[in-house]
């Protein structure tokens, strides 16, 4: 009897102590870039239901209603009113050539391409370039800080949920002063984007077992690669435990 006690004994300081080494282990496998995890976790899985429920059934409606012609004039509409902010971002960067090329494309869309309908810029070999303040701020060396899940609006980081009012307030939707036009106008876009990523669902869905893990590290390295034009800097294993550098931009010497 008193030979089973210590062999259960026994059992129970070893099952302890791979918990307590597991335990370990998942604190130092923490991502660094994600300290407010906990939270992030339930507002994603908040934005998930709510895009379950409300989101999710009218962009099946739209994307089943509208004819593909239709879809693409609303993308390149919608693609050309971002085309005066972006290329503002672009100047703030001091890449003139960029900004005054977007701004170019929103002349020529406005007006040979029947208020941005037709692409006709594109045509022209007139790249298009996405940029707002968020990455302005990143390109001058504003780190990003943690990643951070914001209500509704999805993943950011607390940099760029902190410059979200500038981003809204120099978009050309947002700015416009008529509020059943503007109200119509941003229901229509996201709607639009969400049509766009349907055939996303069923991919994440299938293809990870942590659907957050997944969506968050995809957001920031496309993140990063949009900071640096495609050129991230390199990353240090060593650096914040995460082989990142916090927005820090890589000298020419260095690439």
């Known amino acids: 009897m008193k030979k089973n006690i210590t062999s259960k004994f026994a059992q129970a300081l070893v099952l302890g102590g ?46 089943k209603v509208a004819p593909l012609p239709v879809r693409t004039g609303v993308g390149n ?26 701004l170019l494309r929103f002349a020529l869309n406005s007006t040979v391409g029947i208020f941005g309908v037709f692409d006709v810029a594109s045509e022209l070999n007139l790249p298009k370039h996405d940029e707002d303040f968020g990455q302005t701020l990143g390109w001058w ?42 109200n119509s106008l941003t229901a229509l876009r996201f709607v639009h984007a969400r049509a766009a990523l349907l055939g996303i669902d069923k991919t ?4 990870t077992l942590d659907k957050y893990a997944y969506a968050r590290d995809f957001y920031l390295q496309q993140r990063r690669y949009r900071v640096f034009d495609g050129n991230p800097p390199l990353e240090d294993p060593d650096l ?16």
């Open 204 to 207: 994440l869905e299938e293809g």
């Open 18 to 63: 791979a918990v307590v080494a597991l335990a370990g282990c998942t604190a130092r496998l923490a991502n660094p870039d994600d300290p407010l995890e906990s939270y992030n976790r339930a507002m994603f899985a908040f934005n998930e239901k709510v895009d379950e429920v409300a989101v999710q059934p009218v962009a099946r409606a739209y994307d």
């Open 141 to 182: 060396g504003v780190g990003e800080g943690a990643y951070f899940v914001a209500p509704f609006f999805g993943p950011r980081t607390i940099r760029d949920a902190l410059v979200l009012p500038v981003d809204l307030y120099g978009d050309s939707v947002w700015g416009i002063g008529d509020v059943p036009t503007r």
């Open 240 to 255: 914040n435990g995460a082989g990142r550098q916090d927005g820090q931009r890589v000298k020419p010497d260095a690439q």
């Open 77 to 102: 509409f919608f693609g050309n009113v971002g085309d005066v902010w972006i290329g503002g971002n672009n100047l703030l960067q001091g890449k003139f050539t960029d900004g005054l090329g977007d």
